[in-house]
């Protein structure tokens, strides 16, 4: 059996999961990444994504997550998202609304003519529909 590290991802509604997790991967802005026990210190931000989760008990659970940020020591990682949900708990409503929340904050950049945060904004409405297939119950 790996060694085990303490995982919690929070959110800012509620604390989702915290517990031993033997792996965790995370879908930093520079691509998915993997954190096993002894990882070395690291800070990064995330993209819309999917944390994926398995317990030191051998469990798995799927997270969506959209941004927010992952702080990675040796013991410990912790990610804070601006917005999670269980996969097993995601429905179209709810896929809907984080589309709609992407689409408005591209507009309002984009009438403001503020091109970069127009542009990050689209990059984020464009992962959020490429994932929706991932995301969504069949």
């Given at each position: ?5 303490t ?66 020591t ?7 998202a601006?917005f999670?949900?269980?996969k ?6 709810i ?9 408005e ?34």
């Amino acid at each position: 059996m790996a060694d085990g590290f303490t995982f919690e991802l929070v959110s800012p509604e509620k604390l989702l999961l915290s517990g031993e997790a033997e792996i965790v991967s995370v879908p930093a802005t520079e691509g998915d990444m993997g954190v096993l026990a002894n990882h070395s210190p690291v800070m990064t931000s995330l993209r819309p994504g999917m944390v994926e989760v398995t317990m030191v008990d051998g469990s798995q659970e799927t997270f969506f997550v959209r941004g927010g940020f992952a702080d990675v020591t040796p013991t410990q990682l912790t990610v804070l998202a601006e917005f999670a949900v269980a996969k097993k708990d995601m429905t179209r409503a709810i896929y809907d609304e984080q589309i709609a929340k992407a689409q408005e904050l591209y507009d309002a950049h984009h009438k403001a003519g503020d091109d970069e945060k127009a542009a990050n904004a689209q990059t984020i409405l464009h992962q959020l529909q490429t994932l929706e297939g991932a995301i969504l119950p069949a």
